[in-house]
């Protein structure tokens, strides 16, 4: 079981977001994968919250985890 790493995102996703006089956009979640240090990071972000799992390793250094990786966009 891989450890879960948990941050806080700047932006609150779910916030409706104005695209023009007739639409909005409202985001529920996003997901993407990073390349660290040869590590390969899965992060999750919903809300405010960003939920990170290392892939590469069953047993993670979690040093990897920048205040830098858990607030990138």
């Known amino acids: 079981m891989w450890p879960i790493l948990n941050g806080k995102l700047e932006e609150n996703l779910l ?3 104005t695209k ?3 639409e909005e ?3 529920l ?3 993407k ?3 660290i240090d040869a590590q390969i990071i899965f ?3 919903i809300g ?3 939920y990170s799992i290392i892939l590469t ?3 993670p250094n979690a040093d990897v985890f920048t205040e830098e990786v858990m607030a990138a966009e």
């Open 25 to 27: 956009e409202r985001t």
């Open 48 to 50: 405010m919250e960003r």
């Open 43 to 45: 992060c999750f972000d």
């Open 29 to 31: 979640y996003s997901y």
């Open 20 to 22: 023009n006089e007739a």
């Open 33 to 35: 994968f990073y390349e």
């Open 57 to 59: 390793e069953r047993l």
């Open 15 to 17: 916030e409706y977001k």
